[in-house]
Antibody, heavy 117, light 110 residues
Framework: EAQLVESGGGLVQPGGSLRLSCAAS????????LSWVRQAPGKGLEWVSTISNNGGATYYADSVKGRFTISRDNSKNTLYLQINSLRAEDTAIYYC??????????WGQGTLVTVSS | QTVVTQEPSFSVSPGGTVTLTCGLS?????????PAWYQQTPGQPPRTLIYNTNSRSSGVPDRFSGSILGNKAALTITGAQTDDESDYYCVLNVGSGMWVFGGGTKLTVL
């Protein structure tokens, strides 16, 4: 069974940084593009970023471009999101997800990032 | 900037049929947008219902179906149950590797 487990969230001050990780198992990790999706408290889902299966292409929402960096290590079956220059509006649950055009999506349980002084 | 539109809320009676829609501010939704639908209850991650317009995810009851209706993607629930009371989100691929979620529809079953 496919599983995605996020870690690395926490409380950080405005302007700070965090690195989120997502450990994958139960599917052929290197085959699929992977994404980060976030959900602010009481709000809807927001696509953040996607990385291609081999890491050669990355895509970002305008709201995070230049501050967030997505990467992956296919030898470790792990996805990452480096988030810098954090703002209060970045407070959210960050989900790791395999969202693909023609196959079903997998979702992790999410990790909470809180930006506050 | 591309906006994906969903009804903010909808209500259906138990046993009834409801169709939620997902539109694009910039034009019509087509199969090349690879519409997908997710169900989310409070405190839980999203659950995949439909992908690639009308493919049902494993374990999803056949009362959930996806389609393109006119210029929008649609999720139809036939024979709604009280357990179906949830938030429903659609997502569309808008090209250049980007996905855009709709704002979600809060479905009430009563």
């Amino acid at each position: 069974e496919a599983q995605l487990v996020e870690s690395g969230g926490g409380l950080v001050q405005p302007g700070g940084s965090l690195r989120l990780s997502c450990a994958a198992s139960g599917f052929t990790f290197r085959t699929y593009a992977l994404s980060w999706v976030r959900q602010a408290p009481g709000k809807g889902l927001e696509w953040v970023s996607t990385i291609s299966n081999n890491g050669g292409a990355t895509y970002y929402a305008d709201s995070v471009k230049g501050r967030f960096t997505i990467s992956r290590d296919n030898s470790k079956n792990t996805l990452y999101l480096q988030i810098n220059s954090l703002r209060a509006e970045d407070t959210a649950i960050y989900y790791c997800a395999k969202i693909a055009a023609t196959t079903s999506a997998y979702w992790g349980q999410g990790t909470l990032v809180t930006v506050s002084s | 900037q591309t906006v994906v539109t969903q009804e903010p809320s909808f209500s259906v009676s138990p046993g009834g049929t409801v169709t939620l829609t997902c539109g694009l501010s910039s034009g019509s939704v087509s199969p090349s947008n690879y519409p997908a639908w997710y169900q989310q209850t409070p405190g839980q991650p999203p659950r995949t219902l439909i992908y690639n317009t009308n493919s049902r995810s494993s374990g999803v009851p056949d009362r959930f179906s996806g389609s393109i209706l006119g210029n929008k993607a649609a999720l139809t629930i036939t024979g709604a149950q009280t357990d179906d009371e949830s938030d429903y989100y659609c997502v569309l691929n808008v090209g250049s590797g980007m996905w855009v979620f709709g704002g979600g529809t809060k479905l009430t079953v009563l």
